[in-house]
């Protein structure tokens, strides 16, 4: 079974996302990672080509797909736009189970076929598989 990602990137090194750790970790549970880029950001652009010839290297382009949009505006944002983007993702995707996955989600690599073998088993017999995250606040609180 191939399974298939994506995700919905406007300007993440902007916002701050661990966007390129969780791509990594996504291709090695992932046959196919989407990235559908709403509006270019000149940093992050360079850091995903470099990721791309990266995979060129050792012929494993294919199981990064970026797709650019330019569609995502900075002002007078509605939710259209998110609906438009979530499908755009869902149509590159071409394996047989999808995942949308949110740009700041690392998986870990050490259990990277457990999680797929889960993954697709689960995902077989349901359509909507939750995936638990375990999220970290780093909020520093003045005594």
């Not at 079974?1 to 995700?7: G, N, P």
């Not at 071409?94 to 993954?119: P, S, Y």
Request: hydrophobic residues 35%.
């Amino acid at each position: 079974m191939k399974l298939s990602c994506f995700y919905i990137m406007t300007e993440p090194e902007k916002m701050g996302f661990p966007y390129m750790e969780t791509i990594i970790s996504s291709l090695s549970i992932c046959d196919e990672v989407v990235l559908v880029i709403g509006r270019d950001e000149k940093e992050s652009d360079k850091k995903i080509n470099n990721l791309k010839n990266f995979l060129e290297k050792d012929n494993k382009s294919d199981k990064l797909k970026i797709v650019r949009t330019h569609s995502w505006p900075e002002d007078d944002w509605h939710y259209d736009v998110m609906r438009d983007h979530l499908q755009i993702g869902l149509d590159a995707c071409t394996g047989d189970l999808c995942m949308k996955i949110d740009a700041d989600h690392v998986f870990r690599n050490q259990h990277a076929e457990l999680i797929r073998q889960n993954l697709i088993k689960f995902g077989t017999f349901h359509h909507y598989t939750p995936i638990n995250l375990v999220h970290f606040y780093s909020h520093n609180v003045a005594s």
